[in-house]
Every structure is written in structure tokens, then in C-alpha cells.
């Protein structure tokens, strides 16, 4: 596949905001949650919130919604806005696509005008489904703030919907449609999604311990992931990564349970390393999808198992920023990056005793590590698999 530069990124999760936030984060093992401030829940969980203090440009008020205020808190890190302006300039507003991942969208704001409801049971007129609880409202707001013109698309595939807009991106720039592609994922906490989770009975009253014998569920959290992605330049500064393989796969085994020998996520993972060109000896650390369910965890310790001869360094950062679900994918390549660039292999806050089928290989704490090739696994309710190969030269 052709291989993508990551050109600019940026993250902001309850793990901080921006690189710099996230990276001090990682190497601590320092995690983002805490114990649920998002509103009065009838049980104990924690959220990996956002503190979102920023306010939409006057004329962009009618994108006004908790996803798109945490998306331009996202956009305003680390100079991102002012690298894709550059890059609009260089290549053209038409040329740069926006492919971006959800999966609650605004349903908070929805939530909130119900509570509005009139007399006759009518929404109140100040509620705009199209510009904010609309998936499409987020890649709406995303090109108008910037003034990108290009084609764009939002995936909602549930967990992986951040991970397969880079596969968006790359298949639309292989066909010449485009020549640079924002791609991204945003998604902010609403009692849907809490509530929801907690009616499968897959909450944790406790941070998540992803991979630990003694987890039981999930922490929510929220993110802003955003990457600008180039083909790759003829020389390459030393920190430079790219994107070398995308991998995806369904196996439509149930609604919300994975194939309990994890078929779908080995499918996902041979199909990035084949795509990359590479084999499953040249990955030097899986960042896992890892959600800390028992279910979850046993079904992708299966398929690393059957794929890696060898023991693979993994963990999952999940314990870190909770489960930001349709920004995890992208939220998770921007931390791959990072572990890339900066030679090391993220830890598991909360997790301490591994289990035991990836005991040998799981890492508690960050370690120091020279990485050339990384795996990014993100997997969704009804099979929707998708995993990233991300490289650094040597």
C-alpha cells in the first residue's frame, strides 16, 4: 500500500491536551481517570473527561454541541490548525480530504433538548439534530472552520471508526482523489453511552484493568485525535512516521460480543502486516484494543497468540484515557506515534497482574525501546476490526 506521512498531529483526551500533555502522560503511566463528574449516574463508574472550556466562533454557533467544542479544543493543540492551513495552501483546498470517526456524535446535545421538551412534547426550536447529533455534523463543523473543500466522509463503526478513516484516506489519495487527508476522531461522553455499557453489565465501578485476571469492564472516556497525512516526502527528517499498512476485516459473529477465537481481529492484523510488507517479527509493540472486559481481552490474547511466534512487547492505554470508542483508533495511532518517536513502549495503569496468556510480554509500566514498527488494534460491535501499521525509519 502506498505509505502515508504523518505530517502534524494532535490529541486531547483526560490524559491532557496536546502532544506534550500526552507523551509526560505515557512515560508517567500516569492515568486520566477519575471518579464520574459527568452528571448524577444511580452507579459508580469512572469517565476519562475532557474539561472543555472553549467556545465555537460566533459564526459557527450552529455547530454549537459538546463533540464539536471538544473537537476544536482537539484541532487548537500543538499548531494543528495552522499545519493544515499551510498544507490548503500548498495543495489546495479541494485536495485535502476529512475523514473522521464518531460514535455518539452530539447525543448529548439531544439529551439535553429532551429535557426541553414543550407542553406538546416538541424539541425546542433551538435544537439542530443536522449540526450537531448528525454524525455528518462533525466532518460539517471540521470543514468550515478550516475551509477545506475536498471530498469527506464521517465512519461510524462503533470502536474502530477512528482506526478505518486512515484506510478512507489512503484509498481515496491511491486513486489521485486527493493529496493530503485530515483524518481524526471525536468523541465526548453522554449518558447514552454510559448508560448503555452499564445495561451489558461491561462498567467498572474501578479505573479499568485492561488484560488484568481481576478486571470487570470499561472506563468511558473522551478525545480529540486529529492527523494530517502527506505521501511520504522524497527525505525524511529522524522523528519522521508513517503510515505503512491498514488491515481490516468483519466477522459479524454477534452484535456485541468478538468471535471468541478472535477470527476478526487475526484477520485485521495479518492484513496490515501484508499491506506494510512486513512480517509479524518486525513488530516491536501491539498497542492492544483492550478494553479491560473479560470477553474482550481473552478473544484478542487468542489471535496475538496464534499470530506472534515470538512474544510481542503490548499493552493497552485504555487504563490511561478510559475507552474514547469512535476517537480510540485515532487517539491510539497518535500515542503509537508518539511511542515511536520517542523510543518507548507505553504501560497499563491499573493493571497488575497480567493475564497469564500474555503475562510474558504484557507491559505494566513504560519502558524504554528502540521502535521501528508498531501495530494499532481497534476493534467494534459487530465484528468491525481495523488495525494500523505504523513505521520510523531505523
Known amino acids: 500500500m502506498m505509505p502515508l506521512h504523518f505530517t502534524a498531529c494532535t490529541a486531547a483526551s483526560g490524559l491532557g491536551l496536546g502532544i506534550e500533555a500526552t507523551l509526560q502522560g505515557l512515560r508517567a503511566n500516569r492515568s486520566g481517570l477519575q471518579p464520574n463528574r459527568f452528571g448524577a449516574l444511580p452507579f459508580a463508574c469512572h469517565t476519562g473527561i475532557v474539561d472543555e ?9 450552529h455547530f454549537n454541541c459538546r463533540n464539536n467544542r471538544l473537537a476544536l479544543l482537539g484541532l487548537q493543540q500543538d499548531g494543528f490548525i495552522a499545519a493544515v492551513r499551510e498544507c490548503a495552501a500548498r495543495r489546495g483546498a479541494s485536495r485535502v480530504g ?3 470517526g464518531t460514535s455518539t456524535a452530539g447525543i448529548h446535545e439531544t439529551e439535553l433538548a429532551y429535557r426541553r421538551l414543550d407542553a406538546d412534547a416538541a424539541l425546542p426550536a433551538d435544537f439542530s439534530y443536522a449540526d450537531t447529533h448528525n454524525p455528518w455534523a462533525l466532518a460539517a463543523f471540521v470543514r468550515e472552520l478550516l475551509q477545506l473543500t475536498g471530498p469527506a466522509s464521517v ?21 489521485g482523489l486527493i493529496d493530503a487527508a485530515l483524518v ?7 449518558l447514552t453511552t454510559l448508560y448503555g455499557f452499564h445495561s451489558l453489565q461491561l462498567v467498572s465501578a474501578q479505573p479499568c484493568r485492561p488484560f488484568d485476571v481481576a478486571r470487570d469492564g470499561i472506563s468511558i472516556g473522551e478525545a480529540a485525535a486529529f492527523v494530517l497525512l502527506e505521501r511520504l516526502p522524497d527525505s525524511l527528517d529522524a522523528d519522521a512516521v508513517w503510515l505503512a499498512g491498514v488491515g481490516e476485516s468483519s466477522d459479524a ?3 456485541s460480543s468478538p468471535h471468541p477465537q478472535g477470527q476478526g481481529a487475526l484477520t485485521a492484523m495479518q492484513a496490515a502486516l501484508a499491506a506494510a510488507g512486513l512480517e509479524p517479527a518486525d513488530v516491536n509493540y501491539l498497542n492492544l484494543h483492550g ?7 481473552k478473544t484478542e490474547a487468542t489471535a496475538v497468540n496464534t499470530l506472534f511466534v515470538q512474544p510481542v512487547p503490548c499493552s493497552s492505554t485504555k487504563g490511561a484515557t478510559g475507552h ?6 485515532a487517539l491510539e495511532a497518535v500515542i503509537c506515534a508518539l511511542a515511536l518517536r520517542h523510543g518507548f513502549t507505553p ?5 497488575r497482574e497480567p493475564e497469564p496468556a500474555l503475562a510474558a510480554q504484557y507491559q505494566c509500566l513504560p519502558r524504554a525501546a528502540a521502535l521501528s514498527c508498531v501495530l494499532s488494534n481497534s476493534f467494534g460491535f459487530g465484528g468491525a476490526n481495523c488495525t494500523l501499521a505504523l513505521r520510523r525509519a531505523n
Not at 472550556?53 to 454557533?61: G, M, R
Not at 461510524?156 to 481515496?172: D, L
Not at 474514547?324 to 483508533?329: E, F, K, R
Open 98 to 100: 476529512v475523514f473522521l
Open 155 to 175: 465512519v461510524c463503526t462503533a470502536c474502530s471508526s477512528s482506526a478505518k478513516v486512515f484506510g478512507v484516506a489512503q484509498r481515496m489519495m491511491a486513486a
Open 253 to 255: 459473529y454477534h452484535m
Open 184 to 190: 481524526g476522531g471525536v468523541d465526548s461522553l453522554c
Open 324 to 329: 474514547t470508542l469512535g476517537a480510540a483508533g
Open 291 to 297: 478494553t479491560g472486559t473479560r470477553a474482550n481481552d
Open 53 to 61: 472550556a472553549v467556545q465555537l466562533p460566533a459564526a459557527l454557533q
Open 347 to 351: 504501560g497499563s495503569p491499573h493493571t
